[in-house]
């Protein structure tokens, strides 16, 4: 006798009916990815200085370093002094205003982002300056965990000169 093979009905129902995969016709050039903790704050600082003061030097990296320091020094102490702060770009120049021109120095730094809350907090009640009686305070223009984001396009101009 021949050996015959009995197929099971609803086994042969439930391969016929099981939608089939089909791989993807060509492989996507486009990645997409998430940051969830990303490892940087960015700052966009701006010196602002008393309208009455007379114009001193332009804001070079080494100032902004010991504004910068000072701020941090006096609002948190040894623990404010030990956080680093990398500066990024250093601008200077003027705005000119409805009351005339004024003195424009900007700071873009790059914090850990643990100690972003910290800084912000230190350099908006920090009012300091130099010996002369002249009195200066940070303005916190911009904060972000992306500087791109922050510049509001591909962040290129940021590094030119």
Request: include cysteine.
């Amino acid at each position: 006798m021949a050996d015959v093979q009995h197929k099971d009905p609803v086994e042969d129902a439930a391969s016929s009916t099981a939608p089939k995969r089909k791989a993807p016709d060509s492989p996507s050039s486009t990645i997409n990815f998430t940051s969830r903790n990303p490892p940087w704050t960015y700052l966009k600082l701006q010196l602002v200085s008393q309208p009455d003061a007379t114009p001193s030097q332009p804001l070079d990296a080494l100032s902004a370093r010991t504004y910068l320091s000072s701020a941090l020094s006096q609002f948190l102490g040894l623990t404010g002094t030990a956080i680093p702060i990398d500066i990024l770009k250093v601008e200077t120049g003027s705005l000119s205003t409805t009351k005339g021109a004024s003195k424009h120095d900007g700071v873009w730094v790059r914090v850990p982002r643990d100690d972003g809350a910290a800084v912000v907090a230190a350099l908006s009640s920090w009012i300091g300056g130099s010996g002369s009686g002249a009195s200066a305070a940070w303005r916190v223009c911009a904060k972000g965990n992306y500087l791109g984001a922050l510049v509001s396009g591909s962040g290129s101009d940021l590094f030119v000169p």
